[in-house]
């Protein structure tokens, strides 16, 4: 009798993945002096992709998660222990990757703790 290997599972359709095969270069980033280590997640469609605390440093500490994301139509949601949440949507184009950031800040006299979400088709620039 012959043996088989069982099938190979199919890869998820959402995953981190080396830089170079990225859809999606997500950088990730605690902005605020007033909670200077703050734990953040991040899940695409419900997938999660980032669970760690983030430490504000001199702000300039942003950190790569190269995400492998079909086209479409996506909702990212960003989370922090502090109780600070986003939801937004982004369109991931058939061909070629999208570059976002997402920044936990802190703004006691407007929004308090909040996120900041931007995406571009093209490589963010950091300061």
Do not use: C
């Amino acid at each position: 009798m012959v043996s088989h290997p069982p099938p190979s599972a199919t890869p998820a359709a959402i995953r981190l993945v080396d830089e170079d095969l990225a859809d999606l270069h997500l950088w990730v980033s605690n902005q605020s002096f007033d909670d200077d280590r703050v734990t953040v997640t991040v899940s695409i469609d419900g997938t999660r992709l980032v669970d760690q605390p983030f430490d504000v440093r001199g702000q300039h500490n942003w950190i790569l998660f190269p995400i492998k994301l079909p086209p479409g139509s996506h909702e990212v949601t960003a989370a922090s222990q502090t109780g600070a949440e986003t939801h937004q949507r982004f369109t991931m184009p058939e061909r070629g990757r999208r570059y976002a950031v997402i920044d936990y800040w802190t703004d006691p006299g407007r929004d308090g703790r909040h996120f900041n979400w931007l995406v571009k088709s093209h490589p963010v620039a950091f300061q």
